[in-house]
């Protein structure tokens, strides 16, 4: 290799890890990368996995499948099997991380291939990691062994950075993938996502190259390019072009370490904006490729050569959009609390509801005034925000395909539409009228395997609303942080103390986890009360927030703006203390009543500025109360994507069907909704959204491959595992 040459080579995961280790030089920066970025890389890699999982030829012949390429990455190589990062060290270390969450989640689910296949990509002899960051190592030790990495005031950011990471993939990989998709995920990871290495001669040409990459000016964006296309069609008005471009980037520019807030704003006009309703493909193009889409569609944008005045009015209502954007961009970076209207923008933006800004957008006319348009973002937030926790009351799935469908096929069609204010807030009530379900039917609802920043949500909501009724401080944001506040459960996991009240330790489980069983507590308070009795630890909850502390006896006597507050909101037989009489089944559906009545507060149509109509009654005059409506039925693109949701729908399974999974010569035995849900037959109540999570209840265990697990009974009492009943569908072109 020339003193200078510079080689480029294609590595899969495989190859790329395997018996090599990656090192960072002096001038590498901490790892940096947040929320957004890995939800959005184990999105998008999860996303692709369905992809190629649902083509039966590629999962025939996995060498066919295309490959997911992640990037480019710079190194330079000073002896065998030991490389130094110039640039990729951000993705490499999430990387490192998710195999890391990969092999835990492996071993618990007793999958030895799957844990050697990891175990060849996370070490290089079984005691070194592959990034080698020394610096990193006591927090990957802590992930690696499965226990919690306790952050100190030594702390560098990127440990502190890096435990925050991987506690967010944990999560998330379990709301993205089924436990029987495990394997075949780890080997598609392995195997099928793809780096290009580009190999510098040494440590100073890697440096020089560093300088070149980071301080000589960045690359041509999409954004640049759709610049430069409307510049070369504007003619003598290439200034006046040129200077609204450049105030509608100041007006994005509200933090400056984030390069990428044009590009989003502009795709998200284009999607709010300019997409075709109902049209896949543009919001595919526009998401990967937005000035190709520009250019391809000319036409329909009305950009017509040769009349600059087109261009010119485009950018125009661009810079327009950005202005009256502004306020809605700094919602999603700060939450402010003296009665700041748009406090959902932050809530929805922190719950992975990005989208968002697409359906803000659709809203907003660029000619509307800064007033009208901040109201109908704050109208528009929070009737998200309201779908949000009605999809987690029922139990649906809330992930990134969810809340897409939400914005693409219902909201941007109907505000595109809207003019006014009084327009969106109709339009929002009309849906909010059709929702199916109620909060009060979430009577069993609580921690799942999956949920746990969901569950946090409702209770940190709930918890505030409480605090700032009674006038005291507090901060949401406190309570929305796992390890300022962790989630208490009133019961400790011992069984043996209420056996004789329930026998079933089902029940037990599936009652403890309610939302009526939990809480939230200061973490230090927590530690020190570890797994004490309730009858003692609600002492110590009265020096809490006011919905532990209530179950202390006497917390109201000297507060009467408390006991205001429980009197308006005819709370008296929910909002009390509670004394050793009382059963845990009793204290939990109390609690559970409790929390039920707070969210309906909380999300009440008209608090937040929808107000529902109510119908006229036959004779003409106002009812004194609206009819009580059916519940709609939820279909699956609104409901349920589960394998079991699938056969549902396709009628491979019909709506009622019971199960059985038998488990340490126990048999746990469950029924089958009409939308796929899962109900435990010790339970009842609320569903269980998929198959694992009803598992791990039932077996007690942290995870379970519920397709394989539960089976049905056949005519002649043979028992067929749901796995196989899909496959036969599946070959049956049923599914």
Known sequence: MGADEIRSQGFNLNELFRDVTYEIDYYQRDYTWGEEEVRTLLRDLCESFRNWSGDSLYRRRPHTAPQYFLGPFVYHEPSRNRRYLVDGQQRFVTLHMLFLQLRLWAQEAGDPQT???LNRVITTDGKHFCVGITDHDPVLRAISEGRKYETGTGDSLSRRNLWARSQQMESQLVEELDAEELHHFTEWLLKRVVLVGIRAAGPDHGYR???????RGARLTAVDLLKSHLLSNVGAGEEQLNAQWQEM????????????AASRFIKAYLLARCAREGDADDRRQITTNLNVWVRHNAAHLGLITGRPDRFLEFVQHLLNSARLYRPFLAATRTLKREGDRLETVFYNERNGLG????AVLAA???????TDAKDKCRLVAAYIDRW?????????????ADTDSLVHSELVPLLRRCRTVSDVASALAGLVADDGGAIRDAVTLGLRGNNAHQIRYLLARATAYVEDACRRPYDVLDYLDREKFHIEHLWANHHHRVRQEIPDKVVFRSLRNQLGGLGLLMGRENS???????????????RGNVLLGIMADGY???????????????LDKLLRPFGARDTMTAVIRTRQDLYLRLFEHIWEPGRLGLPVPTPPAPNGTAPTAAPVREPQRRTAARGRRTQVAQMIQAQVLKAGTRIVLAYRSTEHWATIDEDGGIILAATGGTPYGRVDEAGAVARGTKTCQGMNEWHVEDETGARISLRTVRDRAVDAGLL
């Open 556 to 570: 109201d006597r000297r507060n009467p703006v408390l006991r205001e507050f429980i009197k308006t909101h005819q």
């Open 528 to 542: 020190s009360l570890n797994d004490l009795p309730l009858t003692e630890k609600i002492a110590h909850y009265a």
């Open 388 to 400: 949000y926790a009605l999809r987690i009351l029922q139990d649906l799935p809330v992930q990134s």
């Open 209 to 215: 190259m560093f300088e070149t990459m980071n301080d």
């Open 355 to 358: 989208a968002q800004s697409v």
């Open 249 to 260: 980037l100041r007006e994005l520019s509200t933090d400056r370490d984030d390069p990428q």
């Open 364 to 370: 907003i006319d660029p000619d509307d005034q800064p």
């Open 115 to 117: 844990v050697d296949q």
